[in-house]
Each structure stands twice: as structure tokens, then as C-alpha cells.
């Protein structure tokens, strides 16, 4: 019995066109590769034997249906015609003697392609962008695009091109092109995979186009007016000498701190709407950058300067005189008759004793410009894309919002100390700290910085702020007074040359708009 089933396996395994005959002798009654003929459906990899005899033989063949797929030993009808074993298979079939026979098996990362071409039939590589789904499935070949996967793997058809969102999971989503930026307020926003705007960079400055810019007195980037303030000692520092912090909004008492006799009121209350105050008092550098902007021909315009942010873009509540209830208004025509047009005018104008100004550049361009009045002052930060701010702001600021601070810097908020570590001044009515007047911005920093991060709010320059020189004016929401006539504007932080006194964040002092005095210069704010 063992000799005839040897012999009928024999026989039958070279001669698969009798597979009736076959199984007949071996009792089976269903033949698949996985029986006898295993051995020549693994040898057929050559093309030379086909795996069935007929178009039955217990595969399972298509019913003949348009698009149905080939089978291992069902029938074909053109010789030599390459097709592929189903769909999404890693096996290629020819048409030999009327029957599909394995011809080969593709290496791990192909299919075969079975698309209607010349490599129909051949091994293909799977599309990356379909390794990892089905025949069908609708993916994500690009941060936009959407594609069907082919029944194969193999290939993909375009299906969708998202516009301003993302391809997540085969579909569009979200709000935005993936890669893409955009400002919001001071920072870049950058637009992830998922089609989503994520804040990825806070700018020192401004943002302008999706990308962090400079404001027009550093745009040079020369000295002074670069990455180079915050030093000491004559040496340069090595931070953004326009940078420009936050300062978030809320209530507080104007010139009040409870502690320095006669700023223990709590009288004149004020709510002031979040701002940005520069880091710095203006240098000599960012001036000069000015200087030759109005020399080349710039000039304020009418109406500009103002708090556009607030009040629907009317600026700050006027609280002073004949025009209280209305809002600022911001740079008045007549006033630009008070700004130098040349640049040997500038050099007239600000040669005031102890002036920190020199024809061209020198080591003092570190320094605070100072000798300069109201109106350039104005007219600067006008230029440079800001304001002066209100009296209101700049106190607000320097106390520490509600903290109520005795100094800037004061931690916690009721220190009385102060020394040269901190500030630019003269103890006890002394020699100033600093041998030469004005120290270069932010000599005394961190030390002296106030509680978001501005430095010399107090020591080293008076600073000009939009305020005339009057009493308080309650209630103040977003408020300043702007009373005309102009005789005299409010300035704010001391000097080099005056007593700790004069450096309380409660004290104010008035200055003539039109004088040029060598310890007062300015700093501007910002919209947030």
C-alpha cells in the first residue's frame, strides 16, 4: 500500500494535467497548493509549472465579473499575459497552457501592480504613503493633500487639495495651512500639523508678515540702537535696545505708596487697560536714526500718536478742562513748526549743557538722548510706532500696578531701599553715582529693573510723559489729562543729579514743553 501511494504521489506530482486522475487514486477531493502540490506551486516561482490543471481544480476562480481579480490556476486566455494573484498580493502570475500560474513572489516592501500598463503583473514598490493602510483608504500624502490609496498599494489618486487647513486622517481639518505664520499682537504664531495656530515666538519688538520685525529706530541695528544695551561700565550689553515688555492691566492709586510722607493717600484711583512700556529710556543711537528720518524729510501727521487700542480706536479719555469727556487727539498740525528740519538744526537743538548728543556717532550712543522737549519727544515715539505714555501708564508701571511699589524695584513693595546698585542718582544731594551724568540704559539692571522688566524707571533721565501738569482727576479709566493750553507736561522717575526722594514712583514733577534740560529724555509705550 505505502509503494502504490509513492508511486500515485509520483505520478501525480509531475503530471498536474491529470488532477481528476489524481485524486482519484489518492482519495482528495480538493486540491489547493497546500496539498501535494505545494511543492510545485513553491517550485512554479521558475514559470514552468502551473499550479492547476484546469480552471477549477478547487480554486476559487472569479465568476467573470468586469474588475474581478485572477487566481492561481483559473482559466486565462492570452499566453505569456502577466497578471496579479487578487488584490494587494505580493504575487505575480503568467498565463501559461490556458491556466494563471504563480510566477513569482515579490520581496517584502512590493506588491504587485495590477494596473491596466506595461508593468502590470511585476513587482512595484509600496507607495510610502500607503504602507501602512488598505486598498482604498482615503490618507494624507502632504500636510494638504488628500489621497485614495490603489488597490494595490502600489499607487494613489488625488482626492482633495485642503485650502488654508490641514490633511489630518485622510480628511481637511482646522484653521490654517500647516507651516504657515501669522501675528497675533507681538508674537508669531506658527500653524502646526493638526491645522491649528500654536504661539512659538514672542518678539522683543514687532511682528509684521508672520515674522518678528524692528521698530524703525532699530532697524539699523547700529549702535545703540541694536543688540547691544544693558551693559555696564562703558561695555556694551547685549540686549535689544528697543525691546518692548507687557504690562498687564488693572487699578492701582496714583502717587500713592503708603509709606513716603505726603504719597500716603489713597485718593486718585486709576484703571489703566494693559500696555507695553519700552525696556529702555531712548538712546542717542535710536534718536539719531530719527534725526535723519526728519531731516529726509518725515514729518508727524495730524491726529497720530494716539492710544488706538482703546476706545475703538479714539485713544485715552480726556478728564481735563474745556474738552473733558472727549478723547486725546492725538498730534496737533501746529506743533511740527517746533521740530528741527536739518541735521546741523538737530545738532543746535540739542547742545544743551550736560547734553549726551554729539554730531556723529560716539561712544555715547549707549547713552539716553536728553535735552530734548516735549514735542520731540512726542514726535518720536510717534515715529516709532508708539506714544508717550500717560501719566497715568507710567506710574501705573513703575508701582507695580497694585503692588503699590516705593521704588520700581521695590521687594517687597514697602523697601525703602536704594542705593547705586539700583539706580543713577545722587545720594544724600552728593556726587551722582555715575561720573558722567547719564549712565548708558539699563547700567543698572536687573538690580533696578521694575516689576516687568524695565529698567531705569528710576535715576538716570527724567522721562516726558502725555499729561499737562495738574491736579488728578477722578474717576480715571484709560484716562489722561490733555488740557490746553501746553505750558507744561508732567515728567516722571528723577534724574542723575537729584536726592532718593525724587525717585519715588510717586513723584511727579512738571517740565515747560519747550525746555531742553540736561537730565530729561523719554521713554515710549505701546499698544499691547
Known amino acids: 500500500m505505502r509503494t502504490r501511494w509513492a508511486t ?31 511543492a510545485d506551486a513553491a517550485s512554479s516561482k521558475d514559470g514552468t509549472t502551473p499550479a492547476h490543471s484546469d480552471g477549477s481544480g478547487g480554486a476559487t476562480c472569479p465568476d467573470g465579473s468586469a474588475g474581478a481579480p485572477p487566481a492561481v490556476g483559473c482559466a486565462c486566455a492570452q ?17 501559461s497552457g490556458g491556466l494563471w500560474t504563480l510566477r513569482s513572489t515579490c520581496p517584502s516592501g512590493e506588491n504587485c501592480d495590477s494596473r491596466v500598463s506595461a508593468a502590470q503583473g511585476t513587482c512595484a514598490a509600496i507607495d510610502p504613503t500607503c504602507m501602512n493602510a488598505r486598498p482604498g483608504d482615503t490618507v494624507c500624502s502632504g500636510p494638504t493633500t488628500a489621497v485614495q490609496c490603489g488597490p494595490d498599494l502600489v499607487s494613489e489618486t ?3 487639495t485642503c485650502s488654508n487647513q490641514a490633511c489630518v486622517g485622510g480628511a481637511c481639518t482646522g484653521v490654517c495651512t500647516p507651516n504657515t505664520t501669522q501675528c497675533s499682537g507681538t508674537g508669531v504664531q506658527t500653524c502646526e500639523m493638526d491645522g491649528q495656530w500654536h504661539a512659538t515666538t514672542t518678539c522683543s519688538e514687532t511682528c509684521s508678515g508672520g515674522a518678528c520685525g524692528f521698530f ?45 510722607p505726603g504719597d500716603n493717600s489713597q485718593s486718585s484711583p486709576a484703571t489703566v487697560s494693559g500696555f507695553r512700556l519700552d525696556a529702555y529710556e531712548v538712546t542717542v543711537g535710536r534718536f539719531r536714526e530719527f534725526v535723519n528720518a ?38 496737533d498740525a501746529s ?51 508708539g506714544f508717550l505714555p500717560s501719566e497715568a501708564e507710567w506710574n501705573y508701571a513703575a508701582s507695580g500696578g497694585s503692588e503699590q511699589r516705593v521704588y520700581p524695584w521695590s521687594s517687597p513693595s514697602m523697601s525703602t531701599t536704594i542705593d547705586c546698585a539700583h539706580a543713577n542718582y545722587s545720594p544724600m544731594g552728593m556726587s551722582p553715582c555715575s561720573t558722567t551724568g547719564p549712565e548708558d540704559v539699563g547700567s543698572a539692571s536687573p538690580a533696578g529693573d521694575g516689576k516687568w522688566g524695565q529698567a531705569d524707571l528710576s535715576g538716570n533721565v527724567w522721562e516726558w510723559t502725555l499729561d499737562s501738569s495738574a491736579q488728578y482727576v477722578t474717576p480715571c479709566t484709560d484716562c489722561a489729562n490733555v488740557e ?39 521713554r515710549c509705550a505701546r499698544g499691547p
Open 8 to 38: 500515485a504521489l509520483f505520478v501525480c506530482t509531475g503530471l498536474l494535467s491529470a488532477v481528476a486522475a489524481c485524486s482519484a487514486v489518492l482519495g482528495i477531493t480538493d486540491f489547493t497548493p497546500g496539498d501535494a502540490g505545494a
Open 79 to 95: 499566453a505569456g499575459q502577466l497578471a496579479c494573484n487578487g488584490s494587494a498580493q505580493r504575487q505575480t502570475l503568467f498565463c
Open 158 to 160: 488625488p482626492v482633495a
Open 216 to 260: 524703525p529706530s532699530c532697524v539699523s541695528r547700529a549702535a545703540g540702537a541694536g543688540n547691544d544695551c544693558g551693559g555696564s561700565g562703558g561695555d556694551a550689553g547685549s540686549n535689544d535696545c528697543c525691546a518692548s515688555f507687557e504690562v498687564p492691566g488693572g487699578m492701582f492709586y496714583r502717587g500713592y505708596d503708603g509709606v513716603s
Open 294 to 331: 526728519v531731516a529726509g524729510g518725515w514729518r508727524p501727521g495730524a491726529g497720530e500718536g494716539k492710544h488706538t487700542h482703546l476706545n475703538g480706536g479714539s485713544g485715552l479719555a480726556n478728564v481735563g478742562g474745556i474738552d473733558a469727556g472727549a478723547f486725546e487727539a492725538g498730534w
Open 335 to 385: 506743533w511740527t513748526s517746533n521740530l528741527a528740519t536739518t541735521t546741523a538744526g538737530w545738532d543746535s537743538a540739542l547742545g544743551c549743557p550736560g547734553a549726551t548728543w554729539m554730531s556723529s556717532a560716539a561712544k555715547g550712543e549707549h547713552q539716553p538722548i536728553n535735552c530734548i522737549t516735549w514735542y520731540e519727544a512726542y514726535a518720536f515715539c510717534i515715529w516709532d510706532g
Open 484 to 522: 490746553p493750553p501746553l505750558a507744561s507736561r508732567v515728567a516722571r522717575g528723577g534724574s542723575y543729579s537729584l536726592v532718593a526722594s525724587a525717585l519715588l514712583s510717586s513723584y511727579r514733577s512738571p517740565y515747560a514743553v519747550a525746555i531742553r534740560d540736561g537730565s530729561v529724555g523719554v
